[in-house]
Nanobody, 116 residues
Framework: QVQLVESGGGLVQTGGSLRLSCVAS????????MGWFRQAPGKEREFVAA????????YYADSVKGRFTISRDKAKNTVYLQMNSLKPEDTAVYYC?????????WGQGTQVTVAS
């Protein structure tokens, strides 16, 4: 089981940027994918982006493609989400987890609020 701690959220204006970080304690293997997910009020949690830990292949939801960039630092066991051109509809609690998710590993998440 991997423990995950997200940070970097906050309040930003439309068009602004934020960089989220997720530090993982525990083993992440080269064949794993690490992902970012988000949950807006009243909605189900949805996939945002993922990265293959070893090969660096990346995957994005259509709604964030071209605006968000996922990356990772193996030495720090950390995955990042650079979010640019933020929109009010990006407002949500953002979580990281393996992709597909390990249901026992969800952390507290970090709140992102985009003001219009």
């Amino acid at each position: 089981q991997v423990q995950l701690v997200e940070s970097g959220g906050g309040l930003v204006q439309t068009g602004g940027s934020l960089r989220l970080s997720c530090v993982a304690s525990g083993l992440i293997f080269n064949f794993d994918r690490m992902g970012w997910f988000r949950q807006a009020p009243g909605k189900e949690r949805e996939f945002v982006a993922a990265i293959h830990w070893g090969a660096l292949d990346t995957y994005y939801a259509d709604s964030v493609k071209g605006r968000f960039t996922i990356s990772r630092d193996k030495a720090k066991n950390t995955v990042y989400l650079q979010m640019n051109s933020l929109k009010p509809e990006d407002t949500a609690v953002y979580y990281c987890n393996k992709q597909p998710p390990d249901e026992s590993s969800w952390g507290q998440g970090t709140q992102v609020t985009v003001a219009s």
